[in-house]
Each structure stands twice: as C-alpha cells, then as structure tokens.
C-alpha cells in the first residue's frame, strides 16, 4: 500500500517568514495529493491539493508543488502569520475518489 | 456548509466496557471514515463505507467494527476497549462526486 513520509515533525519561524514542508510517498499511481490544516484543538480542513498532471498550484500566500519524478511534493508558505500556526498533515492516494493515506504532521509555530 | 456531528467530544470508558463513537453528517455524502489520531502517528484509517450497509477495512481496523444502517450515520464500535484504543477518533464524510473530506470535531477517548 502507499506509505507518506513527511518531514519536518516540528517547525518554529518567525513572522513573515516563509515556511515549507516536505512529503515523499511510495505508490507511483497516487495521483492526487491534499493538504490539510489543524489548528489546536480544531478538525483538520483542506487548504489545498493538487493532481499529478498540475506541477504546481497556488492560493494567495500559499503553494503546493509537485515532482511526480521523485515522488514528493511540497507545501509552500510565504509571509507567514501566527495565525498559520497548526498541525498540517499531506496525503496521497490514487484518486480523490479513493482512501487518502496521510503523513504523520507538521507543527508548524509562527512566532510574532 | 456541511456539518459533520460527532455525538461526545470526551469520553472516558473502563477496560473491557462496549464503546460507541456517533457521526451524523447532514449533506447526504455517500462516503462516510473514522479515523484514529495519536500524536506523532498522523492520521490512520480505521474503517469507511461507500454506501449504506457497506463497511471497508481501512489500515488499523483491529479491534474495531463499524455499523452503516442509515446514510447518515456511521457508528464507530470497540466491542471490549483496551488502553491503547485510547485516543482521539475522527469521523469525516465526502460526497460520491466529491475529493474533499470533511471532518468532524473528534472524541477523545479514554480507556482506564
């Protein structure tokens, strides 16, 4: 089955800084790759995703991109603010129609 | 907006006990999981369905069984709970045409 590696576990910048967080997975026939975002205390919600036919993809401060090569792909954060700060976890599977496996997630801490 | 209900926030059960965890969600989604979150693990799929009275396997559906009478409902069963089933359980539910998951708020469950 599909395996996602995400890394890093934990990550701390400063305001306005950008921020990026990195998955590698397993199965060559993924095909689409969501972003989901928990704040503490909250239920994850996508912010993002992207299909293997798109080498990127971009909403306001944020950006996904993709490397069907080297299957991994990214999360991309500019300008960031505190109120970035939360768990972001990656998935994958083989169609948007089908199970997601996700990684293991990103604190992400902005620090004003 | 979709409402994805899960019937506790906190529940705290004895070893040995039958747990229920509740998810009702409201928009009439085919597609209904229950997740299982534990820090430092991410995400992992217990169970999900497709349709009413159909159930899948996901990856840790061990100790686990699940109940899809209504399209509406889907009923998370620990049929002896155990100390390490103690976590934070996700329900979440996506339209058949749909890629987006929506999640509900989570139980957190403790086994003593």
């Known amino acids: 089955g599909e395996n996602v590696e995400q890394h890093p576990s934990t990550l701390s910048v400063q305001e306005g800084d950008s921020a990026v967080i990195k998955c590698t997975y397993s199965?060559?026939?993924?095909?689409?790759f969501p972003w989901y975002k928990q704040e503490l205390g909250k239920r994850p919600q996508l912010i993002i995703d992207?299909?293997?036919?798109?080498g990127e993809k971009k909403d306001q401060r944020i950006a996904v991109t993709l490397n069907k090569t080297a299957k991994h792909f990214s999360l991309h954060i500019t300008e960031t603010q505190p109120e970035d700060s939360a768990v972001y976890f990656c998935?994958?599977?083989?169609?948007?129609?089908?199970?997601?496996?996700f990684g293991k997630g990103t604190m992400l801490l902005v620090s004003p | 907006d979709v409402k994805v209900t899960q019937s506790s926030r906190y529940l705290v059960k004895r070893t040995g006990e039958k747990v229920f965890l509740e998810c009702v969600q409201d928009?009439?989604?085919?597609?209904m999981f229950w997740y299982r979150q534990d820090p430092g693990l991410g995400l992992r799929l217990i169970y999900f369905?497709?349709?009413?009275?159909?159930?899948e396997k996901g990856d840790i559906p061990e100790g686990y069984s699940v109940s899809r009478e209504k399209k509406e409902r889907f009923s998370l069963i620990l049929e002896s709970a155990s100390t390490n089933q103690t976590s934070m359980y996700l329900c979440?539910?996506?339209?058949?045409?749909?890629?987006?998951?929506?999640f509900g708020s989570g139980t957190q469950l403790s086994v003593l």
């Open positions: 979440a539910s996506r339209g058949a045409g749909g890629e987006k998951l929506f």
């Open positions: 199965d060559s026939a993924s095909n689409y």
């Open positions: 992207i299909r293997s036919n798109v």
């Open positions: 998935a994958a599977s083989d169609s948007g129609y089908s199970t997601l496996t």
């Open positions: 928009m009439d989604h085919e597609n």
């Open positions: 369905s497709y349709d009413v009275k159909m159930k």
